[in-house]
């Protein structure tokens, strides 16, 4: 009996690349990586079904759980991890000086159920006080008009949502003035272009970001694994192999990110950065699995329902299977 063929799309990460160029194999499976951006991976994967193993975002596949509608099941492989305070950006002539003054003001998003946005008005709400329901949402393409959603959601009646005007992109609003801001995971055209009257609700995002992790001791998750329900079925190898073949993926780019001989990344200061992680993070500090992290998932679940994305509470159980729950030591 061969090795499983298998069609998997992930991210051009560094984390990713020692599987993506064969340097780490998964036991079992010959793999036909496609290397996708989040947008058409999660719709491809959410609307079609289009791969057997995915990256899948994280609130979209707990959206799916809630339905009863999953068809991935998820591995607590997380691809993607980030401080959504840089997320948030203001029109600087609306008078937002501080997170509280959000409170009334018409923000833009692509969708809903984006994790950085479901990540965004957690960090609003715990921290600030800003509830989902005291923001005027609008919804629509960022930077060209129109955006569906993956999946379809319905939202809490207090959640106010309108939709951009079918010929104008988040962008445009922002450059405009129409909205007086905009959360999500890819900076707007227009900050990029360095707009005059456009900018970051938090002006040093770091450093927001830092005391957020010495309270809480978070570091949001944006993106899972997936792989299709009848595959693990069928071969329960897979779960273990794959958390086996990532894991080791993700430790080889951590050694060449500490390898000062040569710097791996196209930026200086590199090393000292890594170094001022570790030292308030630890060295673990991307960790794969559930041990350790189910204070991270929690707090997602608890406020993906608390947001209406989820008409039920998932659970930790729901999300993960049994076997990913645990592995073998020497």
């Known amino acids: 009996m061969g090795k499983l063929q298998l069609s998997i799309a992930i991210g051009d990460y560094d984390r990713n690349r020692a599987l993506i160029d064969g340097r780490v194999q998964i036991d079992g499976v010959d793999p036909i990586f496609m290397t996708l951006t989040p947008e058409e991976m999660f719709f491809r994967a959410f609307r079609h079904q289009d791969f057997d193993i995915s990256e899948v975002s994280f609130a ?36 937002i000086e501080k997170p509280e003054q959000l409170k009334g003001k018409r923000i833009g998003i692509a969708e809903y159920q984006l994790s950085a946005n479901v990540w965004a008005r957690a960090i609003l709400d715990d921290e600030y006080g800003v509830k989902p329901s005291d ?25 106010k949502m309108t939709t951009a005007p079918a010929d104008k992109s ?47 001791g978070i570091f949001p998750i944006m993106h899972l694994l997936g792989v299709r329900r009848e595959l693990l079925e069928a071969h329960p190898f897979l779960a273990g192999a794959l958390m086996k073949a990532f894991s080791a993926s993700k430790t080889s780019a951590e050694a060449l990110l500490a390898d000062t001989s040569a710097t791996k990344v196209t930026m200086p ?14 060295n673990n500090f ?39 729950a645990e592995s073998y030591s020497l």
């Open 286 to 324: 991307w960790s794969y699995g559930i041990k350790g992290n189910e204070a991270t998932i929690n707090t997602f679940l608890d406020h993906h329902h608390r947001q209406g994305l989820s008409s039920r509470r998932v659970t930790i159980e729901e999300l993960f299977p049994e076997n990913a």
């Open 60 to 95: 979209s596949q707990v959206v799916s759980i809630a339905q009863n509608r999953s068809k991935y099941q998820a591995l607590p492989i997380f691809l993607s991890r980030a401080f959504r305070h840089s997320a948030i950006y203001i029109r600087t002539d609306k008078g």
């Open 135 to 159: 923001i005027h949402w609008v919804r629509g393409g960022m930077n060209s008009p129109g955006r569906p959603e993956k999946i379809a959601i319905e939202l809490p009646e207090d959640v």
């Open 170 to 216: 988040l962008n445009d609003l922002l450059v405009s003035g129409e909205i007086d801001g905009f959360i999500g995971p890819r900076s707007p055209k227009c900050f990029d272009e360095q707009h005059p009257s456009v900018g970051r609700l938090f002006g040093n995002t770091v450093d927001a970001a830092s005391t957020y992790w010495r309270k809480t």
């Open 269 to 282: 200061f590199v090393e000292d950065y890594l170094n001022e992680a570790k030292k308030l993070m630890g």
